[in-house]
């Protein structure tokens, strides 16, 4: 059975830093392309950052320079870095795990992210 668990957020003001994690298990990590995304309330899930099975990485214009995707093969883990947070970053942040070829595209139950002061 396929699972994406997401843990990280919490609430931050301002200004600050969260590192977001998506631990994945039954499925063999390496072989999924990996992205976050976020949906903010009354607003559509949209993409924030992905990386390819050979590391290329991709991000939404708004958190270029600010957020960073990595991805840990060996411990099945992807990790979304959140610097310079805004307000406007707030949403709950879901991972998303597809294959390149095949069907399969699972999605973690999300995490929520609060920027206030």
């Known amino acids: 059975q396929v699972q994406l668990v997401e843990s990280g957020g919490g609430l931050v003001q301002p200004g600050g830093s969260l590192r977001l994690s998506c631990a994945a298990s039954?499925?063999?990590?390496?072989?999924?392309?990996i992205a976050w995304y976020r949906q903010a309330p009354g607003k559509q899930r949209e993409l924030v950052a992905s990386?390819?099975?050979?590391?290329?990485?991709n991000y939404e214009d708004s958190v270029k320079g600010r957020f960073t995707i990595s991805r840990d093969n060996a411990q099945n883990t992807v990790y979304l870095q959140m610097n310079s947070l805004k307000p406007e970053d707030t949403a709950v942040y879901y991972c998303?795990?597809?294959?390149?070829?095949?069907?399969?595209?699972?999605w973690g139950q999300g995490t929520q992210v609060t920027v206030s002061s």
């Open positions: 039954g499925m063999i990590f390496s072989f999924y392309n």
């Open positions: 998303n795990a597809k294959h390149p070829f095949l069907d399969d595209n699972y």
């Open positions: 990386i390819t099975i050979g590391g290329s990485t």
